[in-house]
């Protein structure tokens, strides 16, 4: 199992930007497929990016393209998620996850940060 810390949250205006980052531990990127979800209050959790531990490949959700970049630093271990052009409907509780290559199911999730951006 990998363990998961995120960071990076807080408030921010409508029209910035912030980074989100995901510590991981237990095991190394490679095998596995990293991923961000958000939930917002009263709402069911829903898939923002995901991004192959082993590199070549990434995928957004139709809401965040174009303003919203996943990505990861082997070395570190850490999954990052850059927020930009942020909208007030992007307030929202955000989670990393991780899944095994070959698994349809996220196993492992993190904690979650608060992501609040005002208009």
């Known amino acids: 199992q990998v363990q998961l810390v995120e960071s990076g949250g807080g408030l921010v205006q409508a029209g910035g930007s912030l980074r989100l980052s995901c510590a991981a531990s237990?095991?190394?990127?490679?095998?596995?497929?990293l991923a961000w979800f958000r939930q917002a209050p009263g709402k069911e959790r829903e898939f923002v990016a995901e991004?192959?531990?082993?590199?070549?490949?990434?995928t957004y959700a139709d809401f965040v393209k174009g303003r919203f970049t996943i990505s990861k630093d082997n070395a570190k271990n850490t999954l990052y998620l850059q927020m930009n052009s942020l909208k007030s409907e992007d307030t929202a509780v955000y989670y990393c996850?991780?899944?095994?290559?070959?698994?349809?199911?996220?196993?492992?999730w993190g904690q979650g940060t608060q992501v609040t951006v005002s208009s």
């Open positions: 996850a991780s899944r095994l290559s070959g698994s349809r199911d996220f196993s492992s």
């Open positions: 237990g095991r190394t990127f490679s095998n596995y497929y």
């Open positions: 991004i192959r531990g082993s590199g070549g490949w990434t």
